[in-house]
């Protein structure tokens, strides 16, 4: 997931609590799990588990960066 996509999904939400950041990762993973099939996306196992975790290595990057600026 981008960090447009993001931003635009939760551009209203408290980026400061722990339930955000389990929501967003919740999210990511069902997105992920939706488009599992499709062209295009991953097939082996291993593919699978790169792409899901460069997901939720970007959920983290997005919500520490916006939980930085908040306390600046």
Do not use: Y
Request: hydrophobic content about 30%.
């Amino acid at each position: 997931m981008s960090r447009r996509r993001i931003t635009r999904r939760h551009r209203r939400t408290h980026m400061n609590s722990l339930p955000t950041l389990k929501e967003l990762i919740q999210h990511e993973i069902a997105d992920f799990c939706a488009t599992l099939g499709s062209p295009g996306e991953p097939e082996t196992p291993e593919a699978m588990q790169r792409e899901l975790m460069m997901r939720i290595d970007n959920v983290f990057d997005f919500f520490l960066n916006n939980k930085r600026e908040q306390s600046t």
